[in-house]
């Protein structure tokens, strides 16, 4: 079967989306089994396409900035499985100095902006970010993700607004996973596709399939290449689906298993994986060799949480204002 992307892509995309899952499964494991993770908690399970997808259609230097649904990307960016499992233990050796918890991931040096806790106000700090690199005169484009919850939050239209009047180099990507907290898209309005959301603006916008990779991959890449051209912004609608709850005290009652077991049958890994397999990529073997490979980074990313020491004291007001005299350097 001859493919669209080249061996290396599809075993990129393999070992990213394996890395997700098993970090996911391991540290809700040790939130549910250990008690070693407190606080809020949201997996990334059955999204992993669009971490992979964007990760190959954009360059080190783009900005991602989500909401707190937050560790797929930030692995995706490059943020070691170390970090952020002892972010998850509150650990000072964890990406935000073990004061940001799961839902406040960050690393500058990756270029990830977080982890944001208020629902939806990751879009309107996306479309700053954006006026940032336009400001600074930079060729990076900005990925701000939200889900279909936040899709519903006043913020999005006037960041929509602000950026289509001054073609911010930014892709709004709405992970749409069919239920927000726990109500259906169909009970929250009466706009069900939310990529038509951008025709009040006049935005160029998408609908596409996020459970592939490959999908995610030419979507973003489209989208992209007309924000580096100063063609402004476009708003992608990703379909996809969690496999888990909201977050990990959720009942889930608002769904059927028979649902979920019906996009379990899509999952973006299997997919990927008999890609490969069917094109001859990789030999089982090879594949057994990765899996084994990213079970020893997240067993010792609970190692490194485990031992990491807690943040000082004196930390506790540390990182949250910043001292400066107007006007500084914003270099």
Known sequence: MAT??????????Y????????????AEEMYK??????????AYIGQEAIAAGCMTATTHEDPF???YRDHGLGLAKGMSANECMAELYGKATGCSKGKGGSMHFFSK???????HG??????????????????????????AFFGDGAARQGILHESFNLAMLWKLPVVFICENNNYAMGTSIERTSNVIDIYKLADAYEMPADKVDGMTPEAVHESVSRAVKRAREGGGP???????????GHSISDPQKYRSKEEVDEYKDQDPISKVLKTILENNFASQEDINAIDA?????VEESVTFAEESPWPDDSEVLKDVYVDANYPFDVD
Do not use: C, D, P
């Open 293 to 297: 490979k990213i079970n020893a980074l």
């Open 4 to 13: 669209k992307f080249s061996k290396e892509t599809y075993l990129y995309w």
């Open 65 to 67: 900035i989500t909401g």
């Open 33 to 42: 089994m250990a008690g070693k993770i407190r606080g809020f908690f949201h």
């Open 118 to 143: 208020i629902v939806g106000a990751q879009i309107g700090t996306g479309a700053g970010l954006a006026f940032a690199e336009q400001y600074r005169g930079s060729n990076n484009v900005v990925l």
């Open 15 to 26: 070992e990213l989306m394996q890395l997700i899952r098993q970090f996911e499964l391991k």
């Open 234 to 244: 476009t708003l992608l609608e990703l379909k996809t689906y969690r496999y888990k």
């Open 109 to 115: 040096e990756k270029y990830f902006f977080g982890g």
